[in-house]
DNA sequence: TGTAAAATGTTGCAAATGCAACATTTGTTA
DNA sequence: TAACAAATGTTGCATTTGCAACATTTTACA
């Protein structure tokens, strides 16, 4: 994952966030940070901790969107940051920078050294959100449970180069992830290793084809 | 739609495309563009004409990904062109520019006119693609077909302003967005009618609650 | 404008899946 | 380390859905 302030130093990093009029708050756990967002567009790193963007049906089913950690970035360019019935909670205590997205693009920025790195770094990290996004589509528009699982297996052996791997999250956040319930999810885990096509060990996976 | 040269006169859009090392290639229609791109990374633009990326699964069924038109934009960084299962197809005579994304943040077109410009339409577009993949995932997230497709008539509202739209495109491509079966789609737009829920004219929809 | 292609509408049926309701194991933290 | 929370495994059952196989209407274009 990049990191927005990638391959520049800690001087210009200072004066890159002075120019982009960059905040810091610093979160508790458990609370909602988009409660007390403003209405300006932003770009958001998170420095340290956790955060979770969760959205509550109609019918009070709540699913977790996204999960960003430490270094990771969200925005309101990129997400609907003033909908209802989505918030984003810190898991742990969070602290978070906000730059201003319109000063991004000011005459100052723009002659500060390490301008050029900041800007391929942001481009690189949208594009990687972007990319991500697909792969989940990938697996969402997948009819079955078993192609929706062989499909992120596939992601996961494409990303690691390897047949076995570990999945990085468990198997309740998994079912979550391909939008299927999870004990279903459960059920055709044990079938495609009665037909061969896997092994399991724990979250350890190895595909056998 | 945000266009990758908006806001910037023909005179500096020519420099442009000349600092990104621009190729434009025309088309006929029916032609698979991706069998003969090259491994630099690029950013395209669809000057005229359409394009639809389609994958095809092992068992043999073709979905449509993607449709980008007239002025929209794709490239390598956001989507896994060297991938078999993928192709794209030009739906008519279509014209593409190609630019080479390493030539994004050489050091001279930083120092050309319009280069801010520029650089804030990609990231406008960039964002925009985000956003599009995080709508089209919140409506596959929903596990039936009547909550996708009220996912989608409040995507429309909320885009329109209106509770009666016209959907852009046919049942047929809906079904596809929404990743179900047009048979059973159909089936669930009339049992909305019978709940009173939705009223239909054609692609005319409006929403009664 | 005639004809082929695409889109739309309908229905029976088998298969897949969500849901609920558990038992059991693993992990966390006061 | 005891107690609680979270994750995991299992199964019956009702519901939803994909799929196939049509008929009919609309659209595209030669």
Redesign the pocket.
Known sequence: MTNLFENINEQNIRKIKRFLRATTTTYPKGVNILSNVNQDDFIAIVDLGSIQFESTDYNG?KSIIETINQGGTFGSLTFPINNEEVSCITKEITQITYIEYDSITNDEISKTDSYIIFIKNLIKILSDQVNEKNNRIEILT???????LLEYFKQQVSERGSKTFTIP???????NH?????????????YLKDDGIIK?N??KITLLY
């Open positions: 089913n997948k009819k079955t449970t078993r192609d929706k999250i468990s198997f309740t956040e998994l079912a391909l939008s299927v319930d999870r004990s279903a999810m459960t059920r055709e885990l044990s399991t724990g979250r």
